[in-house]
């Protein structure tokens, strides 16, 4: 069993009820196809930071160059730094083969993640902090999205990147 790749995922996508508003995003796929070839490792950047559950939403904020990531609705709470810190110290604690990350998340999204302008405009998108600071500091990591896992021949697929590196 241990030989088995170790694979960091989304917390919500495993049905741990993790997410802002006290539900999960339990994608049976992922659960019950990618565990017969992974240990899967769940992982919630958000309540890793101490955010509690339920929670006020989080955004990721344009401030001037930077991308924040602050706690609604005032924005006054930045928890980038948290979220860096925890990304960095996760990936080192961990000897992971890839993530599977919950789409358009502003921790964990891939690409996909709404971005706003201080003043509450969205301008565009962006990846959660949690996965660009992952991307930017261990770019040989892996990183898919649960939108990538739609079908068993992806979970294969997937798997057979794995055994490749």
Do not use: W
């Not at 990350?101 to 921790?107: E, F, G, T």
């Amino acid at each position: 069993m241990s030989s088995l790749p170790l694979v960091g995922v989304s917390a919500c996508l495993l049905g741990q009820s993790v997410r802002y508003d006290g539900r999960d995003k339990y994608t049976a796929l992922i659960c019950d196809e990618l565990k017969q070839y992974c240990r899967l490792l769940a992982v919630c950047p958000e309540v890793e930071i101490g955010l509690g559950v339920p929670r006020a939403k989080i955004q990721l904020t344009q401030v001037g160059t930077s991308i924040k990531v602050l706690q609604m609705p005032e924005l006054r709470r930045d928890v980038s730094a948290d979220l860096q810190n925890f990304a960095i110290e996760f990936i080192k604690q961990h000897d992971l083969s890839a993530l599977v990350l919950q789409d358009k998340s502003p921790s964990c999204g891939v690409g996909n993640t709404k971005l706003y302008s201080p003043s509450g405009e969205e301008i565009g998108l962006s990846s959660g902090l949690f996965a660009a600071t992952i991307m930017e500091v261990f770019p040989d990591i892996q990183i898919v999205q649960a939108s990538q896992l739609q079908t068993s021949e992806d979970i294969v697929q997937f798997v057979k990147k794995l055994e490749t590196k």
